[in-house]
């Protein structure tokens, strides 16, 4: 298979008025920043996005020379964080980190998106992409993707795989669509839900993000099958990627 690389953007938006581009005269005015920072995280904690933000934002204490403190907004795709940050202050201190193509996913994964993401964030920066991936629970008899796929088109419909972000939602149905497997999409409020099922058996895969699966795979809980890459990981140089797999 040959879908393109499905790498996640783990973006800073900041709500309607990024870094301050559309605050009031008199908050430009003011040495920024003046206040503590609020980083808005659409992912739950201990998820690999949560993991990043609080780097970023531990990195950046020091230079801000002000407290900045992670929330964690969770669940419908990222469209609670979403509505949360659009009816913050626009004054350049609620700064939402999110994944860029959740953000454009869930635009079309929704019937009635809650907001235009268009029209309401403005994009402050990128500070980190990862891709995602084909992951199997540690004692499946499934040892490589050909493994797996061979044995879902078996299945068929009564397959069934795990996701929680909308990125892996949608790399869930690109594998699907090249191979041609059946298999059912279950979607979870957040990875380690998804994982708990994959884990008692009740899922056959899942598509998760690198850090969460690696650390996973690492205690033995997880096996990871692919990596939604051109190149395989620095720091998985054994994963083989979905491109190099045909």
């Not at 800073?12 to 301050?20: G, M, Q, R, S, W």
């Not at 099922?197 to 056959?204: A, I, M, N, Q, W």
């Amino acid at each position: 298979m040959k879908p393109k690389s499905c790498l996640r953007s783990i973006g800073v938006v900041a709500a309607l008025a990024a870094a301050l581009s559309a605050a009031p005269g008199g908050v430009l005015a003011q040495e920024y920043p003046s206040q503590d920072i609020r980083f808005i995280c659409a992912f739950p904690a201990g998820s690999g996005a949560d993991v990043l933000v609080r780097y970023f934002a531990e990195k950046l204490r020091p230079i801000v020379k002000r407290t900045v403190i992670v929330e964690n907004k969770v669940g419908a795709g990222g469209n609670i964080a979403v509505e949360y940050v659009s009816r913050a202050k626009p004054d350049g201190y609620t700064i939402f980190v999110h994944a860029a193509t959740a953000v454009a996913a869930s635009m079309h994964l929704y019937k009635k998106p809650p907001i235009d993401v268009g029209k309401a964030f403005q994009v402050a920066g990128t500070i980190n992409q990862q891709p995602f991936m084909i992951t199997v629970s540690a004692k499946s008899p499934y040892k490589t993707l050909a493994e797996l796929t061979a044995a879902m088109k078996q299945k068929g419909d009564k397959a069934t795989y795990g996701v929680a972000a909308p990125t892996g939602r949608i790399m869930g149905e690109i594998y699907k669509n090249v191979t041609g497997i059946k298999a059912v999409q279950v979607i979870y409020r957040t990875g380690p839900d998804s994982l708990n099922e994959l884990l008692s058996g009740k899922l056959d895969f899942g598509a998760h993000d690198p850090v969460f699966a690696l650390a996973q795979q690492r205690e033995g809980r997880l096996r990871i099958l692919a990596v939604s890459t051109g190149k395989r990981l620095e720091a998985g140089p054994d994963m083989p990627t979905m491109t190099e797999l045909g």
